[in-house]
């Protein structure tokens, strides 16, 4: 997956212990936004509802599965495209005119 995982170290000053140094650790991702998309935006490149996508994921064998971040689902465009490329959007026929 294309993106670097940068680590931070803090210190914040124990409140009962000032002399007292508590640790925090996070990470902070950075993703270059033009290779991946969030649920809508995929749902849109895809031309289907968001719920579609989660539908996708979980029953469709082949469909790109995303990267989870949090909480948040990241797609990778270039495979969404792919896959879209070998499963073309089914038409619905519309009412018939008569």
Not at 27 to 38: E, G
Not at 41 to 65: D, N
């Amino acid at each position: 997956m294309g993106y670097s995982r940068n680590w931070y170290l803090s210190c914040t000053i124990h409140p009962l212990n000032p002399t007292r140094c508590e640790q925090e650790q996070s990470i902070v991702l950075s993703v270059n936004s033009a290779d991946f998309l969030t649920t809508d935006e995929a749902a849109e490149l895809l031309g289907v509802e968001r719920r579609s996508v989660y539908t996708y994921v979980q029953r469709l064998a082949g469909f790109p599965q995303p990267e989870r971040i949090g909480r948040t689902l990241l797609f990778e465009r270039k495979a969404l495209l792919e896959w879209r490329a070998k499963h073309p959007r089914r038409r619905r026929p519309g009412p018939t005119q008569n």
